[in-house]
């Protein structure tokens, strides 16, 4: 596909970026200096310390560090002290609970204050802290709770009721449950939140973790089968506090939205780490997506930088360009993507709407924090994922039938995107899984799952994970390129593409599609998609069918799952789907992502 290529005016911009250019930036980076501007306190490191209490000490105790927005149109306000303080309040709770270091504290909460005082607390007083989308049903939370050994759960009365207290007490490793929003009916067994965190002390000396004590546990997507749980240590804040300021390009007093729910990596590394340790003022929205929630937003809080997810952004797409007309979005000045691939029509819609393109980059849970992005003061290329960080090195690799790897020199050539290890984000393991873990990693490289190819300028463009490649009668078929196609459509709102089994082709490309509103499914619409197909893509690479459907399966992180799309074609068994959002309710719980991502 040939997009043209948004490039940048300097000139135009109203704040100089923090990267301005990428190839001086990236030939000049360190670790250590990184390091070095992570202030870190005695001995110790703590994503905690770094994220809050270190600007208290600097003076910037009065900014405001977290707008919260609740869904019944209250709003609070909280500025670094009251954060460092409500975390001092929880840390000390967990103490004297007998808490220790190393024990893992859950939490099943919507985007809550709580939950943040929750975090941030935890990580104080060097527990785990382990977020749990708040939308799972009872069987994934307590599935996880149990992987994950759960000391301790934070969660609001309701959900609690929900969806856990008919099998606490299988768990024996649970030794109390905080409740928030009891009034008044707390449970017997339970600890009312809401009353005793006040009652605790709020000065805490934040206790002396080290780099590679153990912070956060984080569940994969469950995109592409049964979720991991990958461990993050301290030293992670290295990496968050860098990757927030050269790829969201954060400047401290920006207004930031992570669209991306806690319960997902992409709503702790960049929903809470990296933007308050940029010493940002996080937006928080309780609610679920709404179009017109989301612009009155971005609008009202005069959103600077805005990190989403590409299904948020084809569900705005499909909404029509008109509503966004009704909004003065002028304080926006950097938007980004992760989670999915984004598709070159979602970056060309946003230059035209927004005046901006949505910046997309790449990462995964294992790798804790960006790897790859396109840059505020860099040409966007509409389709690719941009190029490696500073201080992160990336490659193409194959791997032969022996099991030995070699870099792809070709440009263009797809293979394995693989990462050298040594970042600080880097996941240390998958918890109770060694063996998954160690292979991920061949010949000193830590291999993606994920295909991709780099082109003459550096930037990397993502094909598909390695298990949904299609091979077509000798050609292999990324399923994003059809994907993307499809979605130029005007009539397409998104696509999943798979592979089917065929005996002379080996595998045929066949497509399902859900359409925008206005448009009703029917042959003559389905020949057209086809046709449009066909003059893009070729008669070798366009589907062989496409089918219409009402809503496409996807995890509640907001990722299509071609795996089941698959499993449903072949009448095959669907697999782990704990974590697949209910097809009734499609809009609900889509804040991703992200995953990521
Ligand atoms: P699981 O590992 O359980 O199957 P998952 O891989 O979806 O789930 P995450 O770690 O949340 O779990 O997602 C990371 C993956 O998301 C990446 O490996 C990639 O496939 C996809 N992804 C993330 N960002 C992008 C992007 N910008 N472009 C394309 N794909 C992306
Ligand atoms: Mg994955």
Request: hydrophobic fraction near 40%.
């Amino acid at each position: 596909m040939d997009v043209p290529i948004i490039h940048k005016d300097l000139k135009k911009f109203s704040l100089t970026p923090n990267l301005t250019d990428y190839h001086r930036c990236y030939q000049s980076f360190s670790w250590t200096q990184a390091r070095a501007n992570i202030k870190g306190y005695g001995k110790g490191i703590n994503i905690a310390f770094e994220a809050v209490d270190r600007h208290v000490e600097e003076g910037h105790g009065e900014q405001h560090a977290l707008i919260w927005l609740g869904k019944k149109g209250d709003r609070q306000t909280y500025t670094y002290t009251d954060l460092k303080a409500v975390s001092n309040r929880f840390a000390n709770l967990l103490v004297k609970l007998g808490v220790k270091q190393g024990d893992r504290i859950f939490s099943l909460a919507g985007r809550t204050p709580q939950l943040y005082a929750a975090i941030l607390g935890t990580l104080k007083m060097g527990g785990v802290f382990c977020p749990l989308f708040s939308a799972f049903g009872p069987e994934p939370i307590q599935s996880r709770m149990t992987i994950g050994d759960a000391s301790i759960l934070v969660s609001s009365l309701k959900l609690y009721k929900k969806k856990v207290a008919a099998w606490q007490k299988q768990l024996s490793t649970l030794k109390h449950v905080l409740l928030y929003d009891c009034e008044g009916q707390c449970p017997e067994g339970c600890i009312d939140l809401d009353s005793q965190l006040p009652q605790a002390d709020d000065q805490f000396t934040v206790c002396e973790t080290s780099e590679e004590t153990p912070a956060l546990l984080h569940f994969t997507s469950g995109t592409t089968g049964k979720p991991k749980g990958a461990v993050h240590v301290h030293n992670a804040v290295v990496h968050h506090k860098h990757s927030g300021f050269y790829a969201l390009d954060l400047h401290p007093g920006d207004r930031y939205w992570c669209t991306a729910d806690p319960g997902w990596v992409t709503g702790t590394s960049y929903g809470i780490i990296a933007p308050l340790c940029n010493r940002v003022t996080l937006i928080v929205d309780e609610a679920e997506f709404d179009p017109e929630r989301w612009y009155q937003i971005l609008e009202q809080e005069k959103v600077n930088v805005w990190y989403t997810a590409p299904t948020a952004i084809r569900m705005l797409m499909k909404v029509g360009e008109a509503l966004i007309q009704q909004y003065d979005l002028r304080a926006l000045r950097f938007l980004a993507s992760v989670g999915e691939p984004l598709n070159p029509e979602a970056v060309t819609w946003s230059q035209r709407v927004f005046g901006k393109p949505f910046h997309d980059n790449w990462w995964q849970t294992e790798t804790g924090g960006i790897m790859l992005a396109n840059f505020a003061a860099e040409p966007v290329k509409p389709g690719s994922m941009g190029r490696p960080l500073p201080g992160i090195h990336a490659a193409i690799v194959s791997i032969n039938e022996q099991g030995q790897l070699t870099e792809v020199k070709q440009h263009g050539e797809i293979g394995e995107l693989a990462l050298k290890p040594g970042w600080p984000s880097m996941f240390r393991d998958y918890l109770h899984e060694a063996e998954r873990y160690q292979k991920c990693f061949n010949a000193d490289w830590y291999l993606s799952g994920d295909l991709a190819y780099e082109d003459h300028d550096g930037y990397f463009w993502f094909v598909g994970r390695s298990k949904d490649l299609i091979k077509s009668a000798g050609h292999l078929i990324g399923p994003f390129e059809v994907e993307s196609v499809l979605v130029e459509h005007p009539a397409v709102a998104e696509a999943g593409v798979i592979g089917i089994p065929d005996e002379v082709a080996g595998e045929v490309v066949v497509a399902f599609v859900a359409l925008k509103p206005g448009f009703n499914a029917n042959d003559e619409l389905t020949t057209a998609l086809m046709a449009h197909a066909r003059k893009k893509l070729g008669s070798a690479v366009a589907p062989r069918a496409i089918h219409i459907k009402d809503n496409l399966p996807k995890t509640r992180s907001g990722k299509i799952m071609r795996r089941l799309l698959k499993a449903r074609e072949l009448g095959l068994p669907e697999g782990d789907i704990s974590t697949l959002e209910s097809d009734e309710h499609p809009q609900q719980n889509m804040q991703n992502s992200g995953d990521q991502a």
